[in-house]
């Protein structure tokens, strides 16, 4: 099912609701396809110690863990930022939270500047962002990509 610009989409309802949000695979690109999973993480019980810190919990992909992958086909430009790095930036336009679509974005304006993609061709220009623990994933594209659930944890 393709994830609309508002983002109404059922499962990116779910996907905002997961605590511990997780990058688990980005596929290389094959041709004008770009894809991607995210799968929701759980804290462990059990408190070790790490570089003399007491308590720490990891957080971990369990195996019967819901996976959803993110499916740009003809996508135009794509950036994966170790969250470590993000900066947050003000002047942004977006609706979301883990999951976004921006209307005013740096990327978007990168993109404008370093292609010749423009409304005309191949269309009007999306801007979704994913995200995670992990990383920061960036698409800009002219279609709506498929989000779809490819493993229930139940």
Not at 2 to 29: G, M, N, S, W, Y
Not at 38 to 50: F, M
Not at 117 to 142: K, S
Request: proline share 5%.
């Amino acid at each position: 099912m393709k994830l609309p610009k508002d983002l109404t989409h059922p499962l990116a309802t779910i996907i905002e609701q997961c605590e511990f949000l997780r990058t688990v695979e980005i596929f290389p690109v094959l041709g004008n396809l770009l894809e991607f999973h995210a799968v929701g993480g759980k804290v462990l019980d059990d408190p070790h110690t790490i570089a003399g810190i007491e308590g720490v919990r990891s957080i971990e992909v369990p195996s019967k863990s819901d996976r959803y992958s993110f499916k740009f086909v003809n996508f135009i430009s794509y950036s994966v930022t170790d969250e470590m790095f993000i900066n947050t930036v003000t002047d942004e336009v977006f609706e979301g939270g883990r999951l976004r679509s921006y209307s005013k974005s740096h990327f978007l304006d990168y993109v404008s500047a370093a292609t010749w993609a423009t409304a005309n061709f191949p269309g009007n220009l999306l801007h979704y962002q994913l995200n995670t623990l992990d990383h920061t994933i960036d698409v800009v594209t002219a279609e709506p990509p498929e989000l779809v659930m490819v493993q229930s944890g139940n």
